[in-house]
């Protein structure tokens, strides 16, 4: 399902639907509401050991495959929250994800290929799961996302949140853009820390006048955002252009 992955969890005896990376998303408050408005009735039918995985979808939250006007709750696994195994998927009214069984030959799973789907998911006996993208769901989906190290930068330099593009990554690269965000803003603290630590060690008893506090910034390492700092001026932009990256794309590793 070419969605955002719902988790549903109980706070003070009320359940609420949070997504992968926040408890309070668009895709997060207007699933609640679903859960909440078309399955209040359900509620008494939930395993409270478990953990029910949900993909929401609706019109707004579109990706690259067309529901239509579906506006809903599709109920992809129930994991027992003691053992992580599989339960059985419950009809207690939410929609059911798909399911194929007795598909044994990869090479029949090329029918699926279509400009309307987004794959599958091959369960084996042994709990392992492996995703399946159609070539062209991930060849609208590069197109639709877009996602590279110079656009997290943007977000990052531009003080953008990152909300909308976590939701919207492929699974497969949510790891490589958190840890892009967490090396970009590791460059941006360790030069700002540097630069700080020079600009303390600014003696005036030395540095008398403009000139030669200029040539001490100039035998430092970050010497235009040691001026900004003398000036009193911001030194997010110079230290953000500092640190652009070489374009690149993510990468899946395979395990």
Known sequence: MDGSLGILYWLNDEPFIATRGSFISSQAAHATEILKNKYAGTFTKINRTATYLFEIVYPGNRIVVDYGNIDDLVLLAVIDNKTGEDLPLPAIGFPLVKKYDGINDFKALKSFDDANKEGFVIKFKSGLRVKIKLTEYLRLHRIVTGVSNLVIWEHLSEGRSFEDLLEKVPDEFYE?????????????????ADSKSSFQRLDADIHTNRKETAMYFQAQKYPAVLFALFDGKPVDKIIWKMIRPQYSKPFKVDE
């Open 176 to 192: 490589w853009v958190k840890k892009t965000i967490e090396g970009l803003k590791g460059q941006y603290s360790k030069i700002l």
